[in-house]
């Protein structure tokens, strides 16, 4: 890679870090429409994909597993989850979504998932050459090693 293709790629890269971290408010917006963390709101959102033990969640949410039964404390407290013995195994919990759960889970991807105005007022060709290109880099970064990809 060239001085210039590195420096192009700092300058796309920091565009979209803005748009999608700073000038974007969703998770301002979904935090508020919710009225909790928007950790809690990783955790539900990542339950309602199907049952998952304590432990599980713990380790995807990249967490320690005492605030992750916090966590999901909260959301029980809420009515959003229900915690129920493992068959597998009886020392450890699997945590399910409620309906009302699954209710809170949608409008949060709702909120989340709502383009910005900005992108919303891009050209039809234009946002074309933007989904091609950001595909492309999903499927790119999907295949490279962690390390490489720079996680």
């Not at 700073?22 to 429409?33: D, F, I, L, M, W």
């Not at 013995?85 to 209710?103: Q, Y």
């Not at 290109?133 to 996680?151: H, K, N, T, Y």
């Amino acid at each position: 890679m060239t001085t210039t293709q590195h420096e192009a790629a700092l300058r796309a890269w920091s565009n979209l870090r803005e748009l999608v971290l700073g000038s974007n408010e969703r998770r301002k917006e979904v935090v508020e429409a919710l009225g909790m963390s928007f950790f809690r709101i990783k955790a539900l959102r990542r339950i309602a994909k199907g049952p998952i033990t304590l432990c599980a969640l713990a380790d995807e949410l990249t967490t320690d597993r005492p605030y992750t039964t916090l966590v999901v404390d909260d959301l029980a407290k809420r009515g959003l989850v229900q915690r129920t013995a493992n068959p597998a195994d009886r020392r450890s919990k699997i945590v399910t979504v409620t309906e009302a759960g699954r209710a809170a889970a949608q409008r949060a991807e709702d909120i989340l998932g709502a383009p910005p105005p900005a992108l919303l007022a891009l050209a039809e060709e234009e946002l074309a050459a933007l989904e091609r290109i950001s595909a492309r880099l999903v499927e790119g970064s999907a295949a490279m090693p962690a390390r490489a990809a720079g996680g």
